[in-house]
Antibody, heavy 114, light 112 residues
Framework: QVQLVESGGGVVQPGKSLRLSCGAS????????MHWVRQAPGKGLEWLGV????????IFADSVKGRFNVSRDNSKNTVILQMDSLRAEDTAMYYC???????WGQGTLVVVSP | DVVMTQSPLSLPVTLGQPASISCRSS???????????LNWFQQRPGQSPRRLIY???NRDSGVPERFSGSGSGTDFTLKISRVEAEDVGVYYC?????????FGGGTKVEIK
């Protein structure tokens, strides 16, 4: 069965960077695009971006364009969300999501606070 | 960006009674390939979201038959024929027809 496990969350100061990782198993990772979605505490879902199956194409939401980047390592079944210049409003649970079937991980919490 | 508007915000329902959630998009969700990429997600308290419905009306594997989706163009509906206790949670629509992907604000289903 599809399993997605996010890691790397924590407390970080405004302006700093954080790198989230998502390990995948249970499917042919190199055949699927991967999304990142976040959810601020008590709020709704916000799509952040997607990386194509081979890493050649990336699309981002305006809210994170230029600050966040996504990469993947198909040899390690891992997708990375690199977050730079973090702001208080980036505080949220971050989920990685498999494309097409929209399977979700359990999320990793990022808190941006002085 | 396509704006997805859900109503109501909150939906108290009696067990065994039907429930209906509306989702409207600011633009037609008919894609260039002719498909309409409108999904519905359920998020139970304390859990990650899971997809229930894709392309308007197709139930995902394991989703009970009491969940159904309908609609076209800009107007979509998720119906629960008879609400059960396990259906409590927040429901989101999401459009996948245009970049960036966008979610509705969510509808909280609770038991009266």
């Amino acid at each position: 069965q599809v399993q997605l496990v996010e890691s790397g969350g924590g407390v970080v100061q405004p302006g700093k960077s954080l790198r989230l990782s998502c390990g995948a198993s249970g499917f042919t990772f190199s055949s699927y695009g991967m999304h990142w979605v976040r959810q601020a505490p008590g709020k709704g879902l916000e799509w952040l971006g997607v990386i194509s199956y081979d890493g050649s194409k990336k699309i981002f939401a305006d809210s994170v364009k230029g600050r966040f980047n996504v990469s993947r390592d198909n040899s390690k079944n891992t997708v990375i969300l690199q977050m730079d210049s973090l702001r208080a409003e980036d505080t949220a649970m971050y989920y990685c999501v498999k494309d097409q079937t929209w399977n979700w991980g359990q999320g990793t919490l990022v808190v941006v606070s002085p | 960006d396509v704006v997805m508007t859900q109503s109501p915000l909150s939906l108290p329902v009696t067990l065994g009674q039907p429930a209906s959630i509306s989702c409207r998009s600011s633009e037609s969700l008919v894609s260039s390939d002719g498909s309409t990429y409108l999904n519905w997600f359920q998020q139970r308290p304390g859990q990650s979201p899971r997809r229930l419905i894709y392309k308007i009306s197709n139930r995902d594997s394991g989703v009970p038959e009491r969940f159904s989706g309908s609609g076209s163009g800009t107007d979509f509906t998720l119906k629960i024929s008879r609400v059960e206790a396990e259906d409590v949670g927040v429901y989101y629509c999401m459009q996948g027809s245009q970049w960036p992907l966008t979610f509705g604000g969510g509808t909280k289903v609770e038991i009266k």
